[in-house]
C-alpha cells in the first residue's frame, strides 16, 4: 500500500499554498503522487462539494451537511484513494476526516460518536498515515482568506465557530501525536514549509539524503 498524506487547517492558513510544495518534496523522494481534495476528487464528490459550498440552502441542518461529507468520502475512497494506494501510489489529499471533526464536530458541534461511528463505516481501519494540520490564530487566516472571492456558505461562519475549528484541530494532534501533527502556519511561507519538511521527515515520510541527491 502507498501513503496517505492528509493537509488541514481553518480557512486561509495556507493550505493551497503549500500543497504543491509538499507534492514536488514526495516526487524528488521517489513518491509517485496523487493530489486531490475533499468535500470533492470525483465527478459525485465536486458536485456535492458545489451543494455544501453554495449558498443554495442557508439553512442546510448539521446531519445532512455530515452525511454528504461522508457520501462524497465514500465516493472518493471507492475510485480514487483506494484504487491509488493499492497501486502504490501517495494520496496528497486537501482535506480529510480530521476537517470533519473539526468542522461538523467542533464548529457544528455535533456528537463525535456519531462522526466517529461513519468514520469506520466508510473508512473501515483505513486512516491517514500522516495529516499535517497548518495551525494559525483565527485572525490571521481570515486576513489572509480575505484577500480573495467572496466567502462560500462555512465561510460566512462566525470568528466562535472558527475557534472551535481550531481547538478541534489541536485537539486531534494532541491526541493522535503518532500520526497527526501541528505546524505553526502563522509565520512567513519559507518558515512554514521548512516545519512542513522537518515534519514530513521526523514522520518518516521523506528522506532528506534522497531528496538532497546524495
Ligand atoms: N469541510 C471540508 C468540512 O466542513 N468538513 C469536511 O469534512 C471537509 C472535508 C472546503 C470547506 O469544506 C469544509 C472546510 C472548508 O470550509 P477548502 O477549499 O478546502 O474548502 O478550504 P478553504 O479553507 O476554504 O481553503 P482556502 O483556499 O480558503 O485556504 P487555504 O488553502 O488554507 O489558503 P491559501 O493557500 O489559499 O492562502 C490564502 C492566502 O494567504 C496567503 C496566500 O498567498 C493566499 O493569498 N498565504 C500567506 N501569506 C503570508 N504568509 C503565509 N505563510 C501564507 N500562506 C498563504
Redesign the pocket.
Given at each position: 500500500m502507498g501513503k496517505f498524506i492528509t493537509l488541514e487547517?481553518?480557512?486561509?492558513?495556507?493550505?493551497?499554498?503549500?500543497l504543491r510544495y509538499i507534492k514536488e518534496l514526495l516526487e524528488k523522494s521517489g513518491h509517485d503522487c496523487v493530489l486531490t481534495?475533499?468535500?470533492g476528487g470525483t465527478n459525485l464528490g465536486e458536485a456535492l462539494?458545489g451543494l455544501?459550498?453554495s449558498h443554495a440552502d442557508e439553512n442546510m441542518s448539521a446531519d445532512s451537511?455530515l452525511l454528504m461529507?461522508f457520501a462524497a468520502?465514500a465516493e472518493h475512497l471507492a475510485k480514487v484513494i483506494l484504487p491509488a494506494l493499492a497501486n502504490r501510489q501517495t494520496v496528497l489529499c486537501?482535506?480529510?476526516?480530521e476537517?470533519?471533526y473539526?468542522?461538523?464536530g467542533g464548529?457544528r458541534l455535533l456528537d463525535v460518536d456519531k462522526i466517529s461511528e461513519l468514520e469506520d463505516w466508510v473508512q473501515g481501519e483505513l486512516r491517514p498515515d500522516l495529516t499535517i494540520i497548518?495551525d494559525a490564530p483565527v485572525e490571521i487566516?481570515r486576513a489572509?482568506?480575505g484577500?480573495?472571492s467572496a466567502p462560500?456558505r462555512?465561510?460566512k461562519e462566525h470568528d466562535d465557530f472558527f475557534q472551535r475549528v481550531r481547538s478541534a484541530y489541536i485537539e486531534l494532534a494532541e491526541h493522535y501525536p503518532h500520526r497527526i501533527c501541528l505546524v505553526d502556519?502563522?509565520?512567513?511561507?519559507a518558515?512554514?514549509q521548512k516545519g512542513i519538511y522537518e515534519k514530513l521527515i521526523d514522520y518518516g515520510i521523506v528522506d532528506p539524503d534522497v531528496i538532497a541527491g546524495n
Open positions: 487547517g481553518i480557512e486561509g492558513v495556507g493550505k493551497t499554498s503549500n481534495r475533499e468535500p462539494r455544501l459550498l451537511e461529507m468520502r486537501d482535506r480529510f476526516t476537517a470533519t473539526a468542522y461538523q464548529g497548518l487566516g489572509r482568506a484577500n480573495r462560500d462555512i465561510e502556519a502563522s509565520v512567513g511561507l518558515e512554514v
